[in-house]
């Protein structure tokens, strides 16, 4: 139906000699369960939230299978976002690709927040608009502190950077990583880890490569399974261009960083 559509709106509009269609909006509620228990409830048992938490993947992991109806009819890794925007390069291109509903459910739960934090990170790096569709009662507690990371992680107005970088983990079962720099202060960048296992800590070695300049100044925020309050711990020390980042089991991280610029040649 996707490519079908797609294909006859680009057909309209070369007929009417302008563009018809500016985004092409999506809806995406996880099918993912344990135990019998959907993934967009707010049930919080550790199966539940494991699995909440890793269906994220769904969005774009070529190496994730979700444990759902879905992936009976439809084998193997969903991708939904690539494949998604495969049909728009394919059949209408120059169209933006929106997700206007949402939901992984755990509002008032840590695994929600960090299941909201990574779809946030999963956006972004694709550049997909978004909006959460809020399905259930509560102060939706994690589901805030979610966005705050982003948009707000200190009270005053602080935000993640505005443009993306490219940003890999080599344990993505465990983590999930996305990282910004600033394009209005270059010096800036910000990194979001998220620790989605619920008893191991990560000790993450970071590097900022390839980068001529060294991290002066790291500062470190978060939210946790104790609390959804966004707080300031004490950061990590920096090594020239490293560092080592210590994520708590159940914790979304971000990390602001201050670099110096490499000398002009």
């Known amino acids: 139906f996707a490519n079908y559509y797609l294909e006859q709106m680009r057909i309209a509009a070369t007929a009417a000699g302008r563009r018809l269609l500016h985004y092409y909006d999506i809806h995406w509620y996880p099918e993912a369960t344990s135990g019998g228990i959907r993934v967009t409830t707010e049930d919080t048992s550790a199966g ?3 699995v909440r938490m890793q269906s994220v993947r769904s969005l774009w992991d ?5 444990p759902s109806w879905l992936t009976t009819v439809w084998p193997g890794p969903i991708q939904y976002i690539p494949q998604a925007l495969t049909s728009v390069a394919t059949y209408y291109p120059g169209t933006d690709l929106s997700i206007s509903e949402y ?6 739960h840590i695994s929600g927040g960090i299941a909201q934090a ?6 972004g790096r694709y550049n997909v608009a978004g909006c959460f569709w809020q399905l259930a009662g509560g ?7 979610g966005f705050l990371l982003y948009r707000n992680y200190d009270g005053a107005g602080a935000k993640y950077a505005d443009t993306n970088v490219r940003c890999t983990s080599s344990n993505i079962v465990a983590t999930s990583t996305y990282a910004a720099v600033d394009s209005g202060v270059p ?8 620790n989605k296992d619920a008893a191991q800590t990560v000790n993450a070695a970071v590097t900022i490569s390839p980068y001529a300049g060294t991290i002066t100044g790291i500062q470190h925020w978060r939210f946790t399974s104790a609390s959804a309050t966004i707080g300031s ?3 990590p020390v920096p090594s020239g261009a490293a560092f080592t980042a210590v994520l708590n ?17």
């Open 187 to 194: 010096t800036r960048m910000t990194l979001i880890m998220l």
């Open 62 to 66: 070529p190496t994730y299978t979700e």
């Open 103 to 108: 939901n992984w459910g755990g509002s008032t």
């Open 249 to 265: 089991p159940l914790t979304a991280n971000l990390f602001v960083l201050t670099l110096s610029l490499p000398a002009a040649a």
């Open 233 to 235: 711990v004490a950061p």
């Open 48 to 50: 539940v939230a494991s």
């Open 139 to 145: 102060s939706q507690n994690y589901i805030k502190a």
């Open 118 to 123: 990574d779809v946030l990170g999963v956006l």
